[in-house]
């Protein structure tokens, strides 16, 4: 079984959303990954609250992977890989 750039820990991109409200954190995080290499790894730092629903549902429509770290804290983070 292969490693992935998740696993290694590798962050290509760090997007810092703290203080914004829908749709900022989901439509950033859409627009970033369309900028990003296949493989690359995104992480996004935020405080909305229900974007741990809105992040995770987009992951799976676009069909990539997505982590949450920290997710018992005020600000958590998304762990993304774009595969494709």
Do not use: N, W
């Not at 749709?23 to 290499?37: H, I, Q, S």
């Not at 493989?39 to 069909?63: C, F, K, N, S, W």
């Amino acid at each position: 079984m292969g490693t992935t750039a998740m696993s290694q820990g590798r962050i290509d991109r760090r997007l810092d959303l703290r203080g914004q409200v829908c749709p900022g954190p989901t439509v950033d995080t859409r627009l970033t990954l369309k900028d990003m290499a296949s493989a690359e790894v995104l992480e996004v730092i935020t405080d909305y609250y229900p974007a741990r629903q809105t992040i995770p549902a987009l992951m799976h429509e676009l069909g990539y992977p997505c982590e949450l770290a920290d997710g018992d804290q005020p600000v958590f983070r998304f762990i993304i890989e774009k595969t494709h």
